[in-house]
């Protein structure tokens, strides 16, 4: 075979085989085309991206603690022989609460009184005896040692009314402390100490706490990196925090930052705080764990979408938006935050876009989607961002 032939022969072959690869590719084309066009829109629920003001918030967990809390004891030795409080139930400051046996000590103040009337009448016998024995010591019928002697006696009976009158005090004192009263306004807890009762001023066991709920502190902790945010707006105006239940869902009330701890908890990296609620429908109790959330500013006109709307992909976030005629486009987009089931759109979305909520697994760049009324649950979710 002549080397012309074998040109010949090549190019032949080359020619063929560019056919076959071309008919094969229009063919595997057209078959692509084909089972694109018999896909059927895919169902989803979409969403409109909105603009609204979502405040910037700083989170932190913490218990509750009552403002004001007493632990009651007795200050005198007796007997119980009066409760007057209901346990669980609230007193006011001065209510009475137990009443120990008052007759011991009203004993002691009678005689104290006693006492001190009969040191009051000896002195003034001494003292007209010092008189009458300072006229005769100058005629020489008393001695300068007698007069010295009875003005001690005087002396020594003055100094044992002073000593009647502090017994007096401490007697009305014990007398007083016999009567407990609550120092505070307050809920009353459980009774330790039952009617009847022998009790000691230096017994262990209290006989009733009294705790002031209203109003109620949170203390919680958030992280250092909020620490100058915090003191800055702080410096501007009470900072609002809302506190929440052990689900994170349910508000429980609302109240002001009252308190910030002048260090940051090196074991921890966060800040002690501390918020007060006024607590009126006694929603925060003492004890409670609680998740608080610290208003710090207001995002004006945010961009939001609910966060159901966004995926996470290598590549970052992204969210498909629907085009007029129903076919989806995977757009990136940048996630300032997330918060409560909202997502808070930086870039990549424009307000009255329609992104889809539900369905987003089953769908592609360029698909075609059918709109369908949201479920329950994708209501709640969009009606909360």
């Given at each position: 075979m002549?080397?012309?032939?074998?040109?010949k022969?090549?190019v032949?072959?080359?020619?063929?085989?560019?056919?076959?690869?071309g008919?094969?590719?229009?063919s595997?084309?057209?078959?692509?085309k084909?089972r694109?066009?018999?896909?059927p829109?895919v169902?989803v629920?979409?969403?409109?991206?909105a603009?609204?003001d979502m405040?910037?918030?700083?989170?932190?967990?913490g218990t509750?603690q009552a403002?004001?809390?007493v632990?009651?004891k007795t200050r005198?030795?007796g007997?119980i022989?009066?409760?007057?409080?209901?346990?669980?139930?609230d007193?006011?400051?001065?209510?009475?609460?137990?009443?120990i046996?008052?007759r011991p000590?009203?004993?002691?103040l009678d005689?104290a009184?006693?006492a001190?009337?009969?040191?009051?009448a000896?002195l003034?016998?001494?003292?007209l005896?010092?008189?009458?024995y300072?006229?005769?010591?100058?005629?020489?019928?008393?001695?300068r040692?007698?007069?010295?002697?009875?003005?001690?006696?005087v002396?020594?009976?003055?100094?044992?009314i002073?000593?009647?009158?502090?017994?007096?005090?401490?007697?009305?004192?014990?007398?007083?402390?016999?009567?407990?009263?609550?120092?505070?306004?307050?809920?009353a807890g459980?009774?330790?100490?039952?009617?009847?009762n022998?009790?000691?001023?230096g017994?262990?066991t209290?006989?009733?706490?009294?705790?002031?709920?209203?109003?109620?502190?949170?203390?919680?902790?958030?992280?250092?990196?909020v620490?100058?945010?915090?003191?800055?707006?702080?410096?501007?105006?009470?900072?609002v925090?809302y506190?929440?239940?052990?689900d994170?869902k349910?508000?429980?009330?609302?109240g002001?930052?009252?308190?910030?701890?002048?260090?940051?908890?090196?074991?921890?990296g966060?800040?002690?705080?501390k918020?007060?609620?006024?607590?009126t429908?006694?929603?925060?109790?003492?004890?409670?764990f609680?998740?608080?959330?610290?208003?710090?500013?207001m995002?004006?006109?945010?961009t939001?979408?609910p966060?159901?709307?966004v995926?996470q992909?290598?590549?970052?976030?992204?969210a498909?938006?629907?085009?007029?005629d129903?076919?989806?486009e995977?757009?990136?987009?940048?996630?300032?935050?997330?918060?409560?089931g909202t997502?808070?759109?930086?870039?990549g979305?424009?307000?009255?876009?329609?992104?889809?909520?539900?369905?987003?697994?089953?769908?592609?760049n360029g698909?075609?989607?059918?709109?369908?009324e949201?479920t329950?649950k994708?209501?709640?979710?969009?009606?909360a961002?």
């Open positions: 002549t080397k012309t032939t074998r040109r022969l090549g032949a072959v080359l020619v063929i085989g560019c056919a076959v690869a008919y094969v590719f229009i595997h084309l057209g078959q692509e084909a694109t066009a018999a896909a829109p169902p629920t979409a969403t409109t991206v603009q609204t405040p910037v918030i700083a989170r932190g967990i509750v403002y004001k809390a632990t009651v005198v030795d007997q022989v009066k409760v007057s409080f209901e346990e669980g139930h007193v006011k400051a001065g209510d009475q609460l137990f009443q046996d008052p000590f009203q004993a002691t005689l009184m006693a001190q009337q009969r040191d009051k000896q003034v016998g001494a003292q005896d010092l008189e009458r300072g006229k005769l010591i100058g005629s020489g019928f008393q001695s040692q007698s007069f010295d002697q009875q003005q001690a006696t002396d020594s009976l003055k100094a044992a002073n000593a009647d009158q502090a017994t007096i005090e401490t007697a009305k004192l014990n007398l007083t402390y016999a009567d407990i009263r609550s120092p505070i306004d307050g809920r459980q009774r330790l100490i039952d009617l009847g022998l009790v000691q001023a017994q262990a209290p006989l009733v706490s009294i705790t002031q709920i209203k109003p109620i502190f949170v203390n919680f902790t958030v992280p250092q990196d620490t100058e945010e915090i003191r800055r707006d702080q410096a501007e105006g009470a900072l925090v506190a929440y239940g052990s994170d349910t508000l429980l009330a609302e002001k930052l009252s308190v910030i701890d002048n260090q940051i908890e090196v074991a921890t966060t800040l002690r705080l918020a007060t609620f006024e607590n429908d006694e929603k925060l109790w003492p004890g409670e609680v998740n608080a959330r610290v208003v710090l500013k995002r004006k006109d945010a939001t979408v966060q159901r709307a995926m992909g290598a590549a970052g976030y992204y498909y938006v629907i085009k007029p129903n076919k989806v995977r757009r990136t987009v940048e996630i300032v935050g997330f918060q409560d997502a808070i759109v930086g870039k979305l424009e307000v009255g876009e329609k992104v889809v909520v539900d369905g987003q697994y089953r769908l592609t698909a075609s989607v059918k709109i369908e949201a329950p994708s209501a709640d979710t969009a009606q961002g």
